[in-house]
């Protein structure tokens, strides 16, 4: 007669571990800062975004990009030319490339007010 052997089931997946990873304040932070030190800011913009971060994780951070440059630092940025609320499970996949922020922005999961312009400029430099 044959028994029946059961597996017990796996504690955690690597899957998860990424998730769990990807979904702090500080990694987003990071993430953030990988995707906006690759970016070619046009030399004459100056921009100030601010991000506020939703759901699973909240907080604030700012990108600023001027004189060529681009940078973002986990703080408020009071008088921004935009303002972004951001799922911050969607911005985090934006972030690593798996979800596109126009989708992002389609689906609601992303909201920008403020400057028209100066948000194409943003989201054509950094995204």
Known sequence: MAKNIRKAPAVQTAAVVEKDEVLTYEAIVDSFKARVSKAKAPVDARIAAQ?????????????????????????????????????????????AGKKAMSSAIVDGDIKMQGNAGKAIVLASVVF
């Open 51 to 95: 991000v506020k971060l939703n759901g699973l994780v909240d907080g604030t951070l700012y990108v600023l990009v001027a004189n060529g440059i681009a940078v973002v630092e986990p703080f408020d940025y009071r008088g921004a030319d935009i303002e972004i609320d951001a799922d911050a499970e969607a911005f985090a996949a934006v972030l």
